[in-house]
């Protein structure tokens, strides 16, 4: 069986832990800041776990992850 292709664009945006939870950055921080207060935007820098159901779509884009 040949071996299975990792999606790049999925391997960019997420990271699998070694718990097998997926690490990924917060949308909402690319522009249209101004609006936006500083506590939200400082909030959006944190890293968050993607929840139980999406996690396996990406586990599926990332064999190897």
């Known amino acids: 069986m040949p071996k299975m292709k ?3 664009a999925a ?3 997420f990271k699998v832990m070694k718990s097998g939870k ?3 950055p917060r949308a909402n921080k ?3 800041l101004t609006k936006k207060s500083t506590k939200r ?3 959006l ?3 968050e776990y993607l929840g139980r159901g999406d996690a396996g ?3 599926r884009l990332l064999p190897y992850g």
Do not use: C, D, G, S
């Open 11 to 13: 391997a960019k945006r």
């Open 30 to 32: 690319r522009h249209i």
């Open 41 to 43: 935007k400082r909030q």
């Open 22 to 24: 997926i690490k990924m």
């Open 6 to 8: 990792t999606r790049k």
């Open 57 to 59: 779509l990406v586990k």
């Open 45 to 47: 820098r944190r890293t």
